[in-house]
């Protein structure tokens, strides 16, 4: 398989999952997207889920401008120093889905990032709430539910809040 084929994969398995959980996600909760980078996927979240309210968090907002959230809902700055006090806001177990698209090169990072933000995302997570995610998370309350979504392995990653 090319690198080519292998984003391509990758980014159909995110289109996918994010057209899946569109479609079954409870009609109340928040909506999260971890990551705007160039606002591919909040775009297609929010074409995907009219009237809903996406947060989008993001350090360095760098997207066209057709695809930045209105100031209200674009949390700047590290998602470690702006999403404790957004919990703290809004409360626990509010988010319906959250979708985290946060990697980069670098997997040993990556690894360590996604540790450190597991408590954060199971505590946000309302019962039944989904988070797609472009790696594995440790999230002592919910399911890997990858395999119900036809996804293959390794490809994306799927829990659901118990
Ligand atoms: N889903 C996006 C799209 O479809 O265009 C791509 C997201 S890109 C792979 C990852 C984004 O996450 C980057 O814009 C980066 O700045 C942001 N990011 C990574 N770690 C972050 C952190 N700790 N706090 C805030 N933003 C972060």
């Not at 990758?10 to 899946?20: H, I, K, N, P």
């Not at 971890?34 to 009219?50: A, S, V």
């Not at 309302?126 to 395999?147: I, K, M, N, W």
Request: with cysteine; aromatic share 6%; charged share 25%.
């Amino acid at each position: 398989m090319t690198r080519l084929d292998s984003v391509i994969r990758r980014l159909t398995a995110q289109r996918d999952l994010l057209d899946w959980a569109s479609r079954i996600i409870s009609p109340t909760g928040l909506v999260l997207e971890l990551g705007l980078g160039n606002g591919r996927t909040y775009d297609h979240l929010r074409t995907r889920l009219p009237g809903r309210e996406i947060y989008v968090f993001e350090r360095s907002p760098a997207a066209h401008p057709a695809c930045l959230p209105e100031p209200k809902y674009l949390m700047v700055g590290d998602i470690f120093d702006t999403l404790p006090p957004f919990i703290e806001a809004v409360g626990r177990r509010r988010a319906a889905l959250i979708h985290a698209d946060i990697g980069s090169g670098d997997e040993r990072l990556n690894r360590e990032v996604a540790l450190r933000m597991s408590p954060l995302l199971d505590e946000l997570l309302q019962p039944g709430g989904l988070l797609l995610a472009d790696r594995s998370f440790a999230l002592p309350h919910c399911e890997d539910v990858t395999r119900e979504t036809g996804v293959a392995e390794g490809r994306y990653y799927v829990y659901r809040r118990q």
